[in-house]
């Protein structure tokens, strides 16, 4: 009946409803109509003598009934329902189709169709099942929000896979926007509530911040401002805002952490930075495993609902629909604990890290006071003994005792050739003089022995006002008193040797002296 184009067009558009020529059992040729019911998993099959399908009857098939519209069809000689089956052929075993591979197709296509509609089912009760917890809820919450936008995502994924389809899909995400509307009419409603309440948090914070502001830019403390705006930010988390209140707030937060962190960073140089680096990231760390836990934690509330659900499946076929959703959970589960033990291990590692990092920047805390209560001590040090300098009517008289021992070397050269006794006396006095200026040469020791004595009195001074400054200065107070001690020691050699020098001095002018004495004498 030239139908082999039709044939060809449901062969390349299938539906729930096909229609193929077959022979009954009597050999006789019929028209085979097979019509898929989807929620039933019920195939109607029914067949019509090829006598009474004219050419007009067999239109009406391919071009109405097929596509599911309203036709004037014949009656038909048999009907028979058979549930829809993969081990089992499409057809009963009287029946014959002329295009076997339309059959084998539609068996195919169909059992995934069943199997699609079933998952379709699932996700609209696990929808509806979400609308109700939103009803019960009264109020918008974030974590509903949450649950209806992993929901959908997992929808997304289904028609993605191509597991869904396409009209199951749209129909799911009609009812999803719905949702989704609910939920925005609750949090417009949430946020009217809180509008006042979020403009007082905002005056308090907007103090808070003023005086954390005020201080970082005196660049005092900024520690004691780095822990009191770690103070502000877990407040402001735990404080219901308005969108708006919550962005400007979080904004000059994250602004004045910012500054910290610079000051932070020019006054305490790298080691600073690397600390203020990394607890930034554990923080951020820390906010991920949260966010982590409570994932899992949908996903086995879903786990529980679905092993739930198979408990009060009837149906084989939906239970193993079911129970494969199970086993995807528990994948899903499974990879997330993986993740977050990755994380936890991190966590532990950034803890460690911070710890070095601490430890770090005392030891260069310790030894930057050292070496300033070093510096400092050395300009004491250096400041007292200026003061303790010959001055300049001491180094006069050095000058001209030199002058007079010269003079006098002369004088008793002459003495030996008999030199007038005048001129012996006038050497006489000469190196008596001379013996007078150099007299004091001991004092001026001991004056250098006073000097000593008060540069030691300094730097233990510097090193009590170190040992002042706190526990982190303690060792570097200790520290300087040792220097102290040692310089101490090695001034008083000083001295002590100065004093010897002198007194050998003297003791040789005067010998001196009494030489020349005795030589003017016997020359008389």
């Given at each position: ?119 379709a089912q699932t996700y609209k009760a696990e929808l509806a099942e979400l609308e109700d917890r939103i009803e019960r809820a009264g109020e918008y919450s974030s974590d509903l929000w949450n649950q209806a936008k ?221 070496k300033a209560a070093a510096e400092a001590a050395k300009a004491k040090i250096a400041a007292t003994m200026a003061e303790q300098q010959v001055s300049p009517e001491e180094q006069a008289k050095l000058e001209a ?19 007038e006794p005048q001129e012996k006396d006038d050497q006489i006095d000469s190196m008596v003089a001379f013996s007078e200026i150099t007299g004091p040469q001991p004092s001026m020791a001991e004056k250098a022995g ?75």
């Amino acid at each position: 009946m030239g139908s082999e184009g039709p044939y060809l067009q449901s062969l390349t558009d299938m539906r729930n409803r096909i229609a193929v020529w077959g022979r009954d059992a009597q050999e006789k040729r019929v028209l085979i109509t097979i019509e898929l019911q989807v929620a039933d998993n019920i195939v109607r099959i029914q067949t019509y003598p090829e006598k009474i399908v004219t050419d007009e009857v067999y239109q009406a098939f391919m071009d109405k009934w097929r596509k599911g519209q309203e036709a004037e069809l014949p009656e038909p000689d048999r009907v028979i329902a058979r549930e829809l089956s993969v081990s089992e052929g499409l057809l009963p075993e009287d029946l014959k189709a002329e295009q076997t591979d339309m059959i084998l197709r539609a068996q195919t296509e169909w059992h995934f169709h069943v199997l699609s509609e079933k998952l379709a089912q699932t996700y609209k009760a696990e929808l509806a099942e979400l609308e109700d917890r939103i009803e019960r809820a009264g109020e918008y919450s974030s974590d509903l929000w949450n649950q209806a936008k992993s929901f959908w995502q997992k929808v997304q994924g289904q028609l993605q896979d191509k597991t869904l389809l396409r009209e199951q899909g749209n129909d799911i995400r009609k009812q999803v926007d719905k949702t989704f509307a609910k939920l925005k009419e609750m949090r417009e409603s949430l946020n009217a509530k809180y509008k006042e309440e979020s403009k007082e948090q905002v005056a308090k914070f907007g103090e808070l911040l003023e005086d954390a502001e005020k201080r970082i830019g005196e660049g005092t403390h900024l520690n004691k401002v780095f822990n009191d705006l770690r103070d502000i930010q877990r407040k402001f988390h735990g404080v219901k805002f308005t969108k708006e209140d919550r962005d400007a707030i979080y904004g000059r937060i994250d602004a004045a952490f910012k500054a910290v962190k610079e000051k932070r960073g020019q006054k305490g140089g790298g080691a600073s930075n690397a600390l203020g680096r990394t607890e930034s990231r554990l923080e951020g760390l820390l906010k991920a495993i949260d966010r982590m836990k409570s994932s899992i934690g949908r996903d086995e509330k879903d786990l529980q609902f679905e092993h739930r659900r198979i408990e009060r499946t009837n149906g084989q076929l939906e239970k193993q629909i079911r129970e494969a959703k199970v086993v995807m959970i528990e994948s899903r589960i499974a990879s997330k604990r993986v993740k977050l033990e990755d994380m936890e291990k991190t966590k532990v590692m950034l803890e460690k890290k911070i710890d070095q990092q601490k430890k770090r920047a005392e030891k260069d805390a310790k030894r930057a006071a050292e070496k300033a209560a070093a510096e400092a001590a050395k300009a004491k040090i250096a400041a007292t003994m200026a003061e303790q300098q010959v001055s300049p009517e001491e180094q006069a008289k050095l000058e001209a005792a030199a002058a007079a021992i010269s003079e006098g070397k002369k004088s008793a050269a002459k003495a030996k050739k008999a030199a007038e006794p005048q001129e012996k006396d006038d050497q006489i006095d000469s190196m008596v003089a001379f013996s007078e200026i150099t007299g004091p040469q001991p004092s001026m020791a001991e004056k250098a022995g006073d000097a000593i004595a008060t540069a030691i009195t300094t730097v233990s001074d510097a090193a009590d006002e170190v040992t002042r400054e706190g526990g982190l200065l303690d060792q570097a107070g200790d520290f300087i008193a040792a220097a102290a001690e040692t310089i101490g020691e090695s001034l008083e050699d000083v001295a002590d040797t100065a004093k010897a020098v002198a007194k050998v001095a003297g003791d040789k002018l005067e010998s001196t002296v009494d030489e020349l004495k005795k030589s003017g004498s016997e020359e008389e």
